[in-house]
């Protein structure tokens, strides 16, 4: 006899806390508003852009949008790897002139690095032991969960089977390798949301410690067009071994702006090996491009054109131009801060500060406090992990305006 079920779901889903960090600072906020309707509030929480594209990138763009509309330069599917000329430039500016052996055909472009580092699991088999750091962009921990590779959580939001690795002000918020294996290692420097960065020594250290454990590391790179120290990497590729043991994730949304207009690659190295469960060694780019082509079918021709523009002279001059001015905001931020007493991090080579929360608050009093007496918004972070509490993210993206507004009024009220 027939009996009628009902579908089901992914129990994993149900192991994720039920408010998102940023939701909860979205409720928080609309509730201010709504109490306080003329307030203007300024935002400094997410790590969204506001500048516009660069020129180079808008011209390409228009140009490309053109051809689409004729049928002798019309594009319809493009390779799901991406364009050639787009890859070719990448793999020489972004890593060959660095002395990164990149080659062309290990570049994957993609819609986005956030993305790309949920979907690399794919690839990957359930039973890998998985470091993050902590805190930690909250992307790494909740893809992993959604793909079941970890228990519940605890009291302090810590996902059992997870090895979380603490960054804090002793250890300059860089990790300290682990004592014991881990197969899979999360790294983003940068930092998100520390703004800390790393040192060839540090990721040399990394390298041969996955190299000698048979580990891969997932390098998230999205913000190494703000290093400007000429003596720290933009790319794990500068430390040898690297290619063996290390997958890179970049973005163009931070230093072109192109959060809305997505674009973004990986990095998958053809010497990169895994064993599968038969003992067997398989390469992951074989599987990554299988996935890739299964999966996604290629980011468009007119915004693969807009981020081959970023490459060009003038494209060159006009993110810098952009980054430059970030950056700008940062060294307003990590001062004006600094002189009203706060203790603050990062905010050189990274468009983050990181801020101790003053007299013993806790990060999401702190931000209720710049909430309701400032009416500025960062982002607690105790959201992005157990050893985030205590501290607070600031942003640096935003106009000059309102940063120096924003700075305006928390200096004020810390008088």
């Not at 779901?9 to 939701?23: E, Q, S, T, V």
């Not at 990448?90 to 060959?96: E, G, N, T, W, Y």
């Not at 703004?195 to 990394?206: F, I």
């Given at each position: 006899m027939y009996q009628s079920t009902m579908a089901t779901?992914?129990?994993?889903?149900?192991?994720?806390?039920?408010?998102?960090?940023?939701?909860e600072i979205a409720r928080r906020v609309n509730t201010f508003v709504q109490a306080n309707n003329h307030a203007k509030i300024i935002k400094l929480g997410i790590g969204d852009v506001t500048e516009p594209l660069p020129q180079a990138c808008r011209t390409a763009m228009i140009k490309a949008v053109e051809e689409m509309g004729d049928r002798a330069s019309f594009k319809g599917y493009g390779p799901e790897q991406g364009y050639t000329w787009l890859r070719e430039?990448?793999?020489?500016?972004?890593?060959?002139?660095r002395g990164c052996e990149v080659d062309v055909s290990e570049i994957f472009i993609s819609d986005g690095s956030k993305c790309d580092t949920g979907n690399i699991l794919d690839i990957f088999g359930d039973n890998n032991i998985i470091a993050v750091t902590d805190p930690v962009y909250p992307v790494?921990?909740?893809?992993?969960?959604?793909?079941?590779h970890t228990g519940l959580a605890n009291d302090k939001s810590e996902f059992e089977g997870l090895v979380y690795l603490p960054i804090t002000a002793q250890n300059n918020f860089t990790a300290e390798i682990p004592s014991q294996k881990v197969d899979l290692i999360y790294l983003c420097f940068p930092n998100n949301p520390t703004?800390?960065?790393?040192?060839?020594?540090?990721?040399?250290?990394?390298?041969?410690?996955?190299r000698a454990h048979g580990s891969i590391i997932f390098f998230d790179a999205a913000y190494e067009a703000y290093i400007t120290d000429a003596e720290l990497p933009h790319s794990i590729y500068e430390i040898e071994g690297a290619t063996e043991c290390a997958i890179e994730f970049r973005s163009f949304s931070k230093n072109a702006g192109f959060t809305g207009t997505r674009c973004a690659f990986t990095v998958v190295p053809k010497t990169l090996t895994a064993k599968a469960a038969d003992g067997s060694d398989v390469e992951l780019w074989k599987l990554w491009n299988r996935?890739?082509?299964t999966k996604f079918n290629g980011v468009s021709y007119i915004v693969q054109r807009g981020a081959e523009a970023v490459y060009s002279k003038e494209g060159q001059a006009q993110i810098q131009e952009l980054i430059s001015f970030y950056l700008e905001n940062a060294r307003i931020i990590r001062e004006k801060l600094t002189v009203a007493g706060l203790a603050v991090y990062g905010g050189v080579n990274a468009p983050y500060v990181w801020v101790k929360t003053p007299n013993g608050l806790s990060s999401w009093?702190?931000?209720?406090?710049?909430?309701?007496?400032?009416?500025?918004?960062?982002?607690?972070?105790?959201?992005f992990g157990a050893a985030g509490e205590g501290y607070f993210r600031i942003s640096a993206f935003n106009s000059r305006e309102n940063v120096e507004e924003a700075m305006k009024r928390i200096t004020q009220k810390q008088e």
């Open positions: 779901i992914n129990d994993n889903y149900l192991k994720l806390k039920a408010g998102y960090l940023f939701p430039k990448i793999a020489a500016q972004d890593f060959q002139a790494y921990v909740d893809t992993n969960v959604m793909a079941g703004g800390a960065v790393a040192t060839k020594e540090h990721l040399k250290a990394w390298v041969d410690y996955a996935r890739q082509s009093d702190f931000f209720d406090k710049l909430l309701h007496t400032c009416s500025v918004v960062g982002t607690p972070g105790s959201g």
